[in-house]
């Protein structure tokens, strides 16, 4: 059974750092991609920073480039989010997502790509 578990949320001052992590387990030697999304009261849940654990490829979105990166460590089974200068629009609840053992992934981005979903860590921003 495939489980994501994330951690490292919490709340922060604007311009504040935090860095999350999701620790995956029952998912093998798989490899595909993996990343977090984000979701804020009363909005759709966003793709944020993806990485194919394979090619080490990582896509992020506009709106958190330059500040937030992906990355991964294969021999941990983790993948983790660094997240900087944060802003308080970055307020959200956060979520580690995997997609089905050897789908193939046309829009890393998506949140319709992803089958297996952390409960998610909150992150707050206060200015």
């Known amino acids: 059974q495939v489980q994501l578990l994330e951690s490292g949320g919490g709340s922060v001052q604007v311009g504040g750092s935090l860095r999350l992590s999701c620790a995956v387990s029952g998912y093998g030697n798989s490899r595909n991609w993996m990343g977090w999304f984000r979701q804020a009261p009363g909005r759709e849940r966003e793709g944020v920073a993806v990485?194919?654990?394979?090619?080490?490829?990582?896509i992020a979105a506009d709106s958190v480039k330059g500040r937030f990166t992906v990355s991964q460590d294969n021999a941990k089974n983790t993948v983790y989010l660094q997240m900087n200068s944060l802003k308080p629009e970055d307020t959200a609840m956060y979520y580690c997502?995997?997609?089905?053992?050897?789908?193939?992934?046309?829009?890393?981005?998506?949140?319709?790509?992803?089958?297996?979903w952390g409960q998610g860590t909150q992150v707050t921003v206060s200015s």
């Open positions: 997502a995997a997609p089905v053992r050897g789908a193939a992934v046309f829009e890393p981005l998506q949140r319709g790509s992803y089958n297996y």
């Open positions: 990485i194919h654990t394979a090619s080490n490829n990582a």
